[in-house]
C-alpha cells in the first residue's frame, strides 16, 4: 500500500473521481453504481475519503483480500468510514452489468442529530473487505427498498423535512444491516467455526510457549490479523457463536492456564502471577477473583483439599 493514498477531501470529488455528474447536494449522495467508470489513469490507486460510504452492489466480480478471493456477484453491502483507505478496482466485465446504490454521507449531514454519535462508533465501518454482508433474495429486497425511499428524498429537493427523512432512514439501513449481519454469523458456522478453531489454536500456542512472559497477552489485533479478519468483526462473530468476545476467549484461556498453574506446580502465587506476565502479583490476584469469585490461594486450598 503507497504511503499517501489519494485523499478524496469532498463528495463532489467522488463524483468528478467516478465521472458522474456533480450531486445535488453537497452532503449528501446517492450514486447508482452502474453509471460509475474507473479511468485507466486511476485503476488501482488507493483512496481516502472525508465521508461515509454505504454500497449495496452485485455483478462485480472477485476481489482478493489476503491470499483468498471472495465472490462479490450476488447482492453484497459494505460499509467505509472516514480516513479508511479503500483501492479502485474495475468495476466492468465483459458482458456483466453491475449494479447497485453507493450512499455517500458527509459527517457534517448528521451534525446534530442522535445518529452523528451513533455512527462514529458503529462496528460495520470496521469491518473488512472479506466481511462483507451477503444478502439473501429478501434482505436484498428490503436494503433496496430503503435505499428506494431515500433516493426518493434525494431527487425531490432537499427541504427542512428531507434531512431528518433521510437519517432517519440512515439510522434504519444500519439497524437492518445489523440484523443481516447476526443471520451471517449463523448460517455461516462452518466458516465461522473453522475461525474459531483456528483462535483456540493461536491462544493456545501463545500460552504454551514463552510469550506470556515476554510480549503478555495477544491482543485482540493481532488474533484478528492471524486469522485475517477485523477486530471488531471477530469479537461480534464469537458473541453470536459463543457469547464471549475476543477479549473473554483472551481471559477464559489465561484463567485456565492459571488454575493449571495453581494446581500441579509448586510455584507460590507470585511466581503464577510473573509466568503470566502479571507485573504485579496483587494485580494477578485481583483479576484472579473478579473472574473466578476466589483468590489464587482459596483456589489452590479448595483443589487441593
Known amino acids: 500500500m503507497p504511503d499517501s493514498p489519494r485523499k478524496i477531501r469532498s463528495i463532489s470529488d467522488f463524483h468528478k473521481l467516478r465521472g458522474l455528474p456533480g450531486p445535488k447536494h453537497p452532503l449528501i ?4 453504481y452502474s453509471k460509475t467508470v474507473v479511468y485507466p489513469e486511476n485503476l488501482g490507486e488507493f483512496w481516502t475519503m472525508s465521508h461515509y460510504s454505504i454500497a449495496v452492489k452485485g455483478n462485480v466480480g472477485t476481489l482478493r483480500y489476503g491470499q483468498q478471493e471472495y465472490d462479490f456477484d450476488e447482492g453484497v453491502m459494505s460499509f467505509m468510514a472516514p480516513g ?3 483501492q479502485i478496482d474495475p468495476n466492468t466485465r465483459e458482458g456483466v452489468k453491475p449494479w447497485g446504490w453507493i450512499l455517500l ?3 457534517e449531514f448528521l451534525y446534530q442529530s442522535p445518529l452523528a454519535s451513533k455512527i462514529r462508533r458503529h462496528e460495520l465501518f470496521g469491518y ?3 466481511e462483507a454482508l451477503f444478502l439473501s433474495e429478501s434482505e436484498k429486497g ?3 427498498g430503503i435505499f428506494a425511499q431515500i433516493r426518493e428524498e434525494y431527487e425531490s429537493g432537499i427541504d427542512s423535512f428531507s434531512q431528518d427523512i433521510m437519517i432517519a432512514q440512515i439510522d434504519l439501513l444500519l439497524t437492518y444491516a445489523d440484523r443481516f449481519y447476526k443471520r451471517q454469523f449463523i448460517t455461516r458456522q462452518v466458516s465461522s467455526h473453522d475461525i474459531l478453531d483456528k483462535l483456540e489454536n493461536l491462544l493456545v500456542n501463545w500460552f504454551e510457549g ?7 497477552l495477544p491482543s485482540v489485533q493481532y488474533l484478528a490479523g492471524e486469522l485475517n479478519l477485523s ?3 471477530l469479537s461480534n462473530m464469537l458473541k453470536e457463536l459463543t457469547g464471549q468476545t475476543t477479549q473473554q476467549h483472551i481471559h477464559d484461556m489465561l484463567i485456565s492456564k492459571a488454575k493449571e498453574k495453581l494446581s500441579v506446580s509448586t510455584l507460590t502465587v507470585s511466581q503464577v502471577a510473573y509466568e503470566l506476565g502479571f507485573e504485579h502479583p496483587q494485580s494477578f490476584s485481583k483479576f484472579f477473583k473478579a473472574k473466578t469469585e476466589q483468590t489464587p490461594g482459596e483456589f489452590r486450598k479448595s483443589f487441593t483439599g
Request: glycine share 4%.
Open 105 to 107: 454521507i458527509h459527517p
Open 210 to 216: 514463552d510469550n506470556l512472559l515476554n510480549q503478555g
Open 231 to 233: 477486530p471488531n468483526y
Open 128 to 130: 473488512a473487505v472479506n
Open 29 to 32: 449522495s446517492l450514486v447508482d
Open 142 to 144: 428490503k436494503i433496496l
Open 84 to 86: 479508511q483507505v479503500m
